[in-house]
């Protein structure tokens, strides 16, 4: 996909560098913009192959679709990415068992704003660190809200789903109440003549590892939404914040910027399923994807 290189070469002719809690420095390109029209093929790209990382993006999807942020969830498809954010390291402090990730993607996408409960006074399984107070099921969910949306009123211009919610990431104080917070998920779907445009902002990215991953899975999610909705998925247009080349992938960058894109693939959904949260992993087929071989050992930042 052109539209990908040419961002990358943006981010590292332009970018300028920046620390950051990660232990690697990077350099940072802001509000850096591709679109993808769908009818050119689905954009998932081919100067390095991704066909490993296939069923871990279908997975990871269904998985936020479902509204679950434990990864005992995730680990059902096999999908152990996540693993390392969901020690005991980075869950206990915060008052979570090992595995839950506390109010990320799927909380906010299935139920925003829902209000907390007082902690009960047990402890977590290392017997120190106290419970946080389970989140109750009175928050918005914002899927059904949108897919309901879109049959109703489709030329709305409130079609619009969120992840970030301040209150449930810092305390007033401004110290952290998660680990890690949502970096992608926040978008709004666009109808024209019976088709549908999806803009999705992303507030942080990796761009080698990280952005390839996402731009597959929303349009994956806007081809979804298209089906159960009973229009045709357009577009993805898809921002980045905070787009960022840690130092330590400069080299597989320069790699990638010397390969020239392939054809795109295709993406078929199984036509029978009517709502977005029956799909399952064997629903979403890939075909005719030819890509570069993969890039092995590019380094990826906790």
């Not at 990660?22 to 081919?46: C, H, N, S, W, Y």
Request: net charge negative.
């Amino acid at each position: 996909m052109k539209q990908y290189l040419d961002a990358l070469r943006h981010v590292l002719d332009y970018g300028v560098a920046k620390g950051g809690p990660q232990k690697e420095d990077a350099i940072t390109g802001v509000g850096v913009q591709m679109r993808f029209e769908l009818d050119a093929g689905f954009p998932l790209i081919t100067t390095r192959s991704l066909k490993g990382s296939w069923k871990a993006l279908r997975a990871e999807l269904l998985w936020i679709l479902s509204g679950s942020t434990h990864l005992t969830d995730l680990h059902k498809d096999g999908v152990h990415f996540w693993d390392t954010w969901g020690e005991a390291k980075n869950t206990l402090p915060y008052g979570r068992e090992v595995g839950d990730l506390g109010p990320i993607y799927g909380h906010q996408w299935r139920n925003f704003g829902a209000s907390q409960e007082e902690p009960d006074g047990s402890f977590c399984a290392d017997g120190a660190t106290p419970k946080a107070g389970a989140y109750r099921k009175d928050g918005v969910d914002q899927i059904t809200r949108l897919i309901d949306g879109l049959k109703r009123f489709p030329d709305y211009r409130r079609h619009r789903v969120v992840t970030w919610n301040p209150k449930d990431f810092n305390n007033d104080d401004g110290t952290e109440r998660v680990f890690i917070a949502p970096c992608h998920g926040d978008f709004q779907i666009v109808h024209q003549n019976g088709e549908l445009t999806m803009h999705h902002t992303q507030r942080s990215g990796d761009f080698p590892i990280g952005i390839p991953f996402n731009i597959g899975e929303y349009a994956l999610l806007l081809m979804m939404i298209a089906q159960v909705t009973g229009f045709k998925a357009k577009a993805l247009i898809h921002t980045i914040s905070d787009a960022h080349i840690y130092n330590d992938q400069r080299w597989a960058v320069e790699e990638l910027l010397t390969r020239e894109p392939r054809p795109l693939p295709t993406v078929k959904l199984n036509p029978k399923i009517k709502n977005i949260f029956d799909f399952k992993i064997d629903d979403i087929m890939l075909e005719n994807y030819d890509p570069h071989p993969q890039i092995k050992n590019i380094s990826v930042q906790e």
